[in-house]
C-alpha cells in the first residue's frame, strides 16, 4: 500500500505528478514521503539529506529541543538587541512581553509530553496494549498579529515546534520592522528545510489561505478571523483563532482599593492599551467607584508621571487609523472624562484616560477598545454585573477583585463567562500554563505551554493486539446469539470505558 505525506511547503506551487495529485503549499520548501513497505522511503531530490528524519509521526525529541533552543539563542541575542527595531512596531516602549517566551521552559517537559498516554481497558481488550500516541499534525500555518509582533509569533511557533509540525509564520504588515526582522534573522536560528517567514500584506495572506495547510493558527480581529475560517473550511483545516473581546473587571467593595487601581492602571494602559486580555471597562458600586477614581488617578502618576506623553514606558497607538477609530470612540462617548482624555495627532497619543457616568448603550462599550480608554459602569450587585456580562459575548478574560473569598464562586458557575482570573490581570502573557482562549467572538482553541502542545498535536488510539489469542475474539465474530451478546456486554461493560476496537 502506497503512501504519501507532504510535511512542508515548496519555493513554488507544485503538484506531485502521478502520485498523490495533492497542491502543496507555496513557500518554504517540501518532503515527500513515499513508501510501499515501512522501511522503504523516498525523498525529492531537491530536499535535504537530514529531512528523513521528519517522518511523519516521527520527528525526535532531539530535534524539537534543538529547534527549541535555537529560538532561546534568536531572543536572546536579536529581541534583547534590537531593541529599537521591536519598539518601533510595538507600539510600546516597554518590551516586558518578552518574559512570556520560554521555549527552553517547554524543553524540559518536553520528553514527558511526548510520552505515549495509556488508557484503562475493558475486559474484551485485557491482553491489548492500549494508549494515545502524540503525532505531529503537519505543516502548520501561524498569522501574528501587529500589538506584541514577536510574541504572537514565537509563542505559538514553540508549541508547534515542540509538538514536531513543520511552520510557515506570517507576521503581521502592520510591524514592518519586526516582520523584516524575523524574516532575516529567524531562518539563521531554525531549520530553513522545515520553517519559513513569508511577509506581505492581505494578498500575500490570501495566497497563502489559499493552501492546504494541516493546522492554521491566527491572532487578530474577528473580521479577519471570519475569513481565516472560511478559507480553512475549503479543505476542512481545524483553526485556532486567539481573538479579544471586551474583557471586563468586578471590582468588589471589600477589596484593597490601591491594589486594585495599580494593577488596573498597568493592566489597562500597558502597551498603551492594545492587549487583548486587558481590562475593557470595569463595574462596580457607586461608593466603590467614588473610592476607586482618585486611586487610579495616583497610580496612573506614579507609573507614568503627570506627563505621561513624556513618559518612554507608555506606549502611541499602532497606525493613523485606529487612532481615529479611538478619539471618535471618545468624541461620541456619552460618558464623562475623569482622568485624561488628552490626543495628539501627529504623535498618535492618547493619554491614559478612565471616562464615568457610561451606559450599556455607549459607544465605547459596542466593541473592544483596544486603546488606553478605561469606561467605568455602576452596578448594585455582583448578580448584576454578572447578568450584565452574561448578556453580551463571552469575553476573553474576566477579573474580579474581592477582599471576600465567598464571592469567587459566584464566577466559577456554569452560568457565568469563561475564562476566569481572579486578581491578577494579564495571566495569558504572563504564565507560560495559561489556558487563554474562550469559546465565541473570543476566539477558538487553545494554547501556552501543554495546551500548544496538545493544539497542534493528533492524538491517535492505537491498539496493539497480537494472533495467539485469537479464541477471545470468537465473541465478535457471526453467528450471533443471545449467549454471545450477553457475554459482550459482561465484557465491555466491567469498565466505565475503555479503548474504541480497531
Not at 509530553?113 to 492500549?130: A, G, I
Given at each position: 500500500?502506497?503512501?504519501?505525506?507532504?510535511?512542508?511547503?515548496?519555493?513554488?506551487s507544485?503538484?506531485?505528478?502521478?502520485?498523490?495529485?495533492?497542491?502543496?503549499?507555496?513557500?518554504?520548501?517540501?518532503?515527500?514521503v513515499?513508501?510501499?513497505?515501512?522501511n522503504?522511503?523516498g525523498?525529492?531530490?531537491?530536499?535535504?539529506?537530514?529531512?528523513?528524519t521528519?517522518?511523519?509521526?516521527?520527528?525526535?525529541?532531539?530535534?524539537?529541543?534543538?529547534?527549541?533552543?535555537?529560538?532561546?539563542?534568536?531572543?536572546?541575542?536579536?529581541?534583547?538587541?534590537?531593541v529599537?527595531?521591536?519598539?518601533?512596531?510595538?507600539?510600546?516602549?516597554?518590551l516586558?512581553?518578552?518574559?512570556?517566551?520560554?521555549p527552553?521552559?517547554?524543553?524540559?517537559?518536553?520528553?514527558?509530553?511526548?510520552?505515549?498516554?495509556?488508557?484503562?481497558?475493558?475486559?474484551?481488550?485485557?491482553?491489548?496494549?492500549?494508549?494515545?500516541r502524540?503525532?505531529?499534525?503537519?505543516?502548520?500555518?501561524?498569522?501574528?498579529?501587529?500589538?506584541?509582533?514577536?510574541q504572537?509569533?514565537?509563542?505559538?511557533?514553540?508549541?508547534?515546534?515542540?509538538?514536531?509540525?513543520?511552520?510557515?509564520?506570517?507576521?503581521?504588515e502592520?510591524?514592518?520592522?519586526t516582520?523584516?526582522?524575523?524574516?532575516?534573522?529567524?531562518?539563521k536560528?531554525?531549520?530553513?528545510?522545515?520553517?519559513s517567514?513569508?511577509?506581505?500584506?492581505?494578498?500575500?495572506?490570501?495566497?497563502?489561505?489559499?493552501?492546504?495547510?494541516d493546522?492554521?493558527?491566527?491572532?487578530?480581529?474577528?473580521?479577519?478571523?471570519?475569513s481565516v475560517?472560511?478559507?480553512?473550511?475549503?479543505?476542512?483545516?481545524?483553526v485556532?483563532?486567539?481573538?479579544?473581546?471586551?474583557?471586563?473587571?468586578?471590582?468588589?467593595?471589600?477589596?484593597?482599593v490601591?491594589?486594585?487601581?495599580?494593577?488596573?492602571?498597568w493592566?489597562?494602559f500597558?502597551n498603551?492599551?492594545?492587549?487583548?486580555?486587558?481590562?475593557?471597562?470595569?463595574?462596580?458600586?457607586?461608593?466603590?467607584?467614588?473610592?476607586?477614581l482618585p486611586?487610579?488617578?495616583?497610580?496612573?502618576?506614579q507609573l507614568?508621571?503627570?506627563?505621561?506623553?513624556?513618559s518612554?514606558?507608555?506606549g502611541?497607538?499602532?497606525?493613523?487609523?485606529?487612532?481615529?477609530?479611538?478619539?471618535?470612540?471618545?468624541?461620541?462617548s456619552?460618558?464623562?472624562?475623569?482622568?485624561?482624555?488628552?490626543?495628539?495627532?501627529?504623535?498618535?497619543y492618547i493619554?491614559?484616560?478612565?471616562?464615568?457616568?457610561?451606559?450599556?448603550?455607549?459607544?465605547?462599550?459596542?466593541?473592544?477598545?483596544?486603546?488606553?480608554?478605561?469606561p467605568?459602569?455602576?452596578?448594585?450587585?455582583?448578580?448584576?454585573?454578572?447578568?450584565?456580562?452574561?448578556?453580551?459575548e463571552?469575553?476573553?478574560?474576566?477579573y474580579?477583585?474581592t477582599?471576600?473569598?465567598?464571592?469567587?464562586?459566584?464566577l466559577?458557575s456554569?452560568?457565568?463567562p469563561?475564562?476566569?482570573?481572579?486578581?491578577?490581570?494579564?495571566?495569558?502573557?504572563?504564565?507560560?500554563?495559561s489556558?487563554?482562549?474562550?469559546?465565541?467572538?473570543?476566539?477558538?482553541?487553545?494554547?501556552?505551554?501543554?495546551?500548544?502542545?496538545?493544539?497542534?498535536?493528533?492524538?491517535?488510539?492505537?491498539?496493539l493486539?497480537?494472533?495467539?489469542l485469537e479464541w477471545?475474539?470468537?465473541?465478535?465474530?457471526?453467528?450471533?446469539?443471545?449467549?454471545?451478546?450477553e457475554r459482550?456486554?459482561?465484557?465491555?461493560?466491567?469498565?466505565?470505558?475503555?479503548?474504541?476496537l480497531?
Amino acid at each position: 500500500m502506497r503512501f504519501f505525506t507532504v510535511l512542508y511547503a515548496t519555493s513554488r506551487s507544485v503538484r506531485v505528478k502521478n502520485e498523490v495529485g495533492r497542491k502543496v503549499p507555496k513557500f518554504g520548501f517540501c518532503l515527500l514521503v513515499c513508501t510501499s513497505r515501512g522501511n522503504d522511503v523516498g525523498l525529492r531530490s531537491d530536499c535535504p539529506k537530514d529531512a528523513g528524519t521528519l517522518l511523519h509521526g516521527v520527528c525526535p525529541a532531539e530535534f524539537r529541543i534543538s529547534q527549541l533552543n535555537s529560538l532561546c539563542v534568536f531572543r536572546m541575542r536579536e529581541c534583547c538587541t534590537d531593541v529599537e527595531a521591536l519598539r518601533e512596531t510595538c507600539a510600546s516602549q516597554n518590551l516586558i512581553s518578552m518574559i512570556s517566551l520560554c521555549p527552553c521552559l517547554i524543553s524540559n517537559h518536553l520528553a514527558s509530553w511526548m510520552k505515549p498516554e495509556h488508557v484503562e481497558k475493558s475486559l474484551v481488550m485485557k491482553f491489548d496494549e492500549c494508549f494515545i500516541r502524540k503525532e505531529p499534525l503537519g505543516v502548520v500555518l501561524i498569522i501574528g498579529a501587529w500589538n506584541y509582533p514577536v510574541q504572537l509569533v514565537l509563542v505559538p511557533l514553540i508549541g508547534a515546534i515542540a509538538a514536531g509540525n513543520c511552520a510557515v509564520v506570517k507576521p503581521s504588515e502592520l510591524s514592518d520592522s519586526t516582520s523584516s526582522l524575523l524574516t532575516e534573522l529567524l531562518p539563521k536560528y531554525l531549520d530553513q528545510s522545515c520553517f519559513s517567514v513569508v511577509c506581505g500584506g492581505a494578498k500575500e495572506t490570501t495566497e497563502l489561505l489559499e493552501e492546504r495547510f494541516d493546522h492554521i493558527f491566527y491572532t487578530g480581529g474577528v473580521s479577519v478571523a471570519r475569513s481565516v475560517m472560511r478559507a480553512a473550511s475549503c479543505h476542512l483545516t481545524p483553526v485556532t483563532l486567539e481573538l479579544g473581546g471586551k474583557s471586563p473587571a468586578l471590582v468588589e467593595g471589600s477589596c484593597d482599593v490601591t491594589a486594585t487601581a495599580r494593577r488596573l492602571v498597568w493592566a489597562r494602559f500597558f502597551n498603551a492599551g492594545q492587549s487583548c486580555v486587558a481590562p475593557d471597562y470595569v463595574l462596580c458600586s457607586p461608593e466603590t467607584r467614588r473610592l476607586l477614581l482618585p486611586a487610579l488617578r495616583d497610580c496612573i502618576t506614579q507609573l507614568y508621571g503627570t506627563e505621561p506623553r513624556e513618559s518612554r514606558d507608555f506606549g502611541r497607538i499602532i497606525n493613523q487609523r485606529h487612532f481615529e477609530r479611538i478619539r471618535d470612540l471618545l468624541s461620541n462617548s456619552q460618558g464623562r472624562v475623569e482622568i485624561g482624555g488628552e490626543t495628539e495627532e501627529g504623535e498618535r497619543y492618547i493619554a491614559p484616560t478612565v471616562l464615568v457616568d457610561v451606559s450599556e448603550s455607549d459607544p465605547v462599550m459596542q466593541e473592544e477598545i483596544f486603546g488606553p480608554v478605561l469606561p467605568i459602569l455602576t452596578v448594585e450587585s455582583l448578580e448584576e454585573a454578572i447578568n450584565f456580562i452574561n448578556r453580551r459575548e463571552k469575553p476573553l478574560a474576566l477579573y474580579l477583585y474581592t477582599g471576600d473569598s465567598k464571592h469567587a464562586p459566584h464566577l466559577l458557575s456554569p452560568s457565568c463567562p469563561s475564562p476566569h482570573s481572579p486578581s491578577p490581570l494579564l495571566p495569558p502573557l504572563s504564565s507560560p500554563l495559561s489556558l487563554s482562549l474562550s469559546p465565541g467572538s473570543s476566539g477558538v482553541g487553545r494554547y501556552h505551554g501543554r495546551f500548544s502542545f496538545d493544539t497542534f498535536s493528533h492524538q491517535r488510539s492505537c491498539v496493539l493486539r497480537g494472533f495467539r489469542l485469537e479464541w477471545a475474539n470468537q465473541l465478535r465474530y457471526p453467528p450471533y446469539s443471545e449467549q454471545k451478546l450477553e457475554r459482550l456486554l459482561q465484557a465491555t461493560q466491567e469498565r466505565k470505558w475503555s479503548c474504541t476496537l480497531l
